[in-house]
């Protein structure tokens, strides 16, 4: 059964930064992908950074690169979303998404992501 935990968002100024968490369990050792996506209000879910487990590979889209930064740790099951910069836009529900992979690489479509988890709202004042 795999579980996946997102937290760490809040209200922050523009221009400040947070970091996300995303506590996953029930993964295969590395054979995982996970994705930070968000759906702010009135939009889209947008898949924004995806992380391999097994070699630790990423990939962004080009709107967050520079601001965001995804990485992982072995220990804890975690994978964080670093984000800097933080912009009004940025305003929405974060969440995590995994999908059992092998691969060296990901991508960052929401619906090639099987199993989510409840989201942490991120709120950036103007």
């Known amino acids: 059964d795999v579980q996946l935990q997102a937290s760490g968002g809040g209200l922050v100024q523009a221009g400040g930064s947070l970091r996300l968490s995303c506590r996953h369990r029930g993964l295969p050792y590395d054979d995982w992908a996970i994705l930070w996506y968000r759906q702010g209000p009135g939009m889209e879910r947008e898949g924004l950074a995806c992380i391999v487990g097994i070699d630790g590979s990423t990939h962004l889209i080009e709107s967050v690169k520079g601001r965001f930064t995804i990485s992982k740790t072995g220990a804890k099951n975690t994978v964080f979303l670093t984000m800097k910069n933080l912009k009004p836009d940025d305003t929405a529900v974060y969440y995590c998404?995994?999908?059992?992979?092998?691969?060296?690489?990901?991508?960052?479509?929401?619906?090639?992501?099987?199993?989510w988890g409840q989201g942490t709202e991120v709120t950036v004042s103007s």
């Open positions: 998404a995994a999908d059992h992979r092998v691969s060296p690489s990901c991508d960052t479509e929401v619906d090639d992501y099987p199993y």
